[in-house]
């Protein structure tokens, strides 16, 4: 094994080894909330919904490329390469929309009373469900090109229109249908990444001026730790690692479709940074959410807890 393999792959096993603790961390908190205390609020759901997708992303591009590069060939059939490519490609679309649906809540749940966004919020619970569906089923259908043209690894001639993702292939079989397929997902993801960042401009310019109003009622430092310039900071991070992450995939791809043979190291590069986004975004949720914090600590306190009473007991 060279270098640049074994470099690879420990980049990727340690995506998975972040990636798939953090979110099966989010996904449980919110899912005990949602069910135990049944007060899961929309932007809770959202979250979950994103560290749901991100694991999907992880499990079906991050983990079958570190097994590639650390030279398993096991189980790469066209089936499954059809299935891993459809889910993953969803998958990112939903990452992509729900980072968006996020950002637009946010925009609406903050907007002042004489705002027209504000007429919005009482409907912002019975709109989350038809949102949700409506998500997937666009996603879903724009990804569709990942089962038709996806086909396991085998000795071809020709490269023309086909990405070589090292362990499956996307052969397409015309101009029409690589430059077709390229346009309607750079078009999707433009969409969203326009409105996710007008929206999250829109998040930062009411919070700024919130912050100039009450400037003299409170101290500079206490101004620091409200909540509003805490979301501030959240949301900031968000769209950043968004659009370094995502705006290197993006590049990379809009390359890919100028190239005509599209090399093997581009595309570990783009499952690298897409990757990227899902292993890091669970960290961030981790770090600012208080009740995922508070529910891992109240899990620790009972851990000690447990522990101190099994020392007693056998003392």
Not at 25 to 37: D, H, K, M, Q, W
Request: charged share 15%; aromatic share 12%.
């Amino acid at each position: 094994m060279d270098l640049p393999s074994i470099l690879k792959a420990v980049s990727n096993l340690l995506l998975i080894a972040v990636g798939i603790p953090g979110n099966l961390i989010v996904l449980l908190v919110f899912g005990y909330i949602g069910c135990a205390e049944e007060n899961l609020l929309p932007a809770d759901s959202i979250v979950f919904m994103l560290a749901f997708v991100h694991l999907l992303i992880i499990l079906t591009r991050g983990v079958p490329q570190t097994l590639f590069t650390l030279n398993y060939r096991g189980f790469y059939d066209s089936s499954t390469c059809k299935f891993l490519i459809f889910i993953y490609r969803m998958s990112r679309a939903m990452s992509m929309s729900m980072t968006f649906l996020l950002s637009a809540y946010q925009s609406i749940l903050i907007a002042p009373v004489t705002s027209r966004l504000s007429y919005l919020k009482p409907k912002l619970s019975t709109l989350l469900l038809p949102s949700f569906v409506f998500l997937w089923l666009l996603d879903g259908a724009t990804s569709i090109h990942g089962i038709l043209y996806t086909s396991h690894i085998r000795n071809i001639t020709a490269l023309k229109f086909t990405l070589n993702l090292s362990y499956c292939i996307v052969e397409y079989p015309s101009e029409a249908s690589y430059f077709g397929t390229g346009t309607m997902e750079l078009t999707r993801d433009l969409f969203f990444v326009f409105f996710m960042v007008v929206t999250s401009s829109y998040i930062l310019f009411v919070l700024y001026r919130h912050r100039q109003q009450v400037k003299g009622i409170r101290s500079s430092e206490q101004n620091q730790h409200t909540p509003e310039m805490r979301a501030a900071k959240i949301v900031v991070t968000f769209v950043t690692l968004f659009v370094v992450f995502f705006g290197v995939d993006n590049m990379t791809w809009v390359y890919t479709l100028s190239a005509h043979k599209v090399p093997v190291d581009l595309n570990n590069v783009r499952v690298f940074f897409s990757s990227l986004y899902a292993s890091v975004s669970p960290i961030v949720v981790i770090a600012s959410n208080k009740k995922v914090n508070r529910k891992l600590q109240c899990t620790k306190t009972v851990k000690v807890s447990q522990s101190k009473t099994t020392i007693v007991s056998t003392d």
